[in-house]
């Protein structure tokens, strides 16, 4: 049967983008994505304004939930600071490795730490296992329906402090009704809506950011 789509998008990458250039490899999927075929990385629409919000946090420790094939892994971890890390977490074997070898040839590895395994039991196991005691930034876009539980788990394991930011795509396309009624209605939030599109589509959906008021 040949390969998969993300083994498709790997050669793309490894044809098209400039080892050890960032730019290059975000370049070479979204053109590949937009034009030869579609697949749910966060994308070129959305992309710069997750862009702007790492930027703006700057994040010295950032959780990423949602590996795929590592595109949004090459977009938050080529903007971040020397010494900062980040943690992906993606439980299908097969994604991770194909993410493994785009965020290397982005050559990003040193800044990055992906993590084999689902994120509810890994979430518990982050405190021991990496010696982070907090999150100043959480990209979630993993299952829909894991949202509200994984962000409830990271505030009763004390991994998010005051001023943490929370940035969660999809939150209209596909959607995710109950994580966004918890942090819009939660005083333990403030919510920002920004519109923007489905990747790669003339659909609407955005990016949802709520920083924890502790
Ligand atoms: C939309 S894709 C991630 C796209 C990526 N963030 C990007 O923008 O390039 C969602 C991924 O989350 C993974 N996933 C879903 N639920 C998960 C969970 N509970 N723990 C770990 N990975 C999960 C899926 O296997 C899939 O690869
Ligand atoms: O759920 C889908 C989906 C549903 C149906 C078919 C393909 C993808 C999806 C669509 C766009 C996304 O940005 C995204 O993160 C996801 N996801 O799987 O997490
Ligand atoms: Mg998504």
């Known amino acids: 049967t040949g390969l998969s789509r993300p083994q498709r998008m ?15 490899v975000i370049a070479a999927i979204d053109y590949y994505c937009r034009h030869k075929e579609w697949a749910m990385n966060v994308g070129d629409d959305k992309g ?7 930027s703006e946090v700057n994040p010295s420790t950032a959780l990423e939930l949602g590996t795929y094939c590592g595109y949004s892994t090459v977009r938050i971890a080529r903007l971040l600071s020397p010494g ?23 050559g990003l590895q040193n800044k990055v730490t992906l993590v084999e ?16 005691t907090s999150f100043d930034f959480v990209f979630l876009d993993h299952w829909k329906d894991r949202y509200l539980p994984d962000i409830k788990l990271l505030e009763d394991c004390g991994l998010l402090k005051k001023g943490s930011v929370l940035l969660a795509d999809n939150v209209i396309c596909p959607g995710t009704p109950e994580y966004l009624e918890y942090v819009r209605n939660s005083p333990r939030y403030k919510s920002q809506y920004f519109q923007s599109y489905l990747e790669y589509t003339k659909a609407e959906d955005g990016l949802e950011k709520s920083v924890f008021l502790g």
């Open 10 to 24: 790997l050669k793309a990458v490894q044809k098209n983008a400039t080892k050890g250039d960032p730019q290059s």
């Open 48 to 54: 710069p304004i997750l862009d702007s919000v790492v």
């Open 84 to 106: 900062s890390k980040l943690i992906t977490v993606e439980f299908n074997p097969a994604y991770a490795a194909v993410a493994r070898q785009i965020i290397a040839h982005a």
């Open 117 to 132: 395994g689902g994120s509810g039991d890994l979430i518990p196991k982050i405190k021991e296992q990496f010696g982070i």
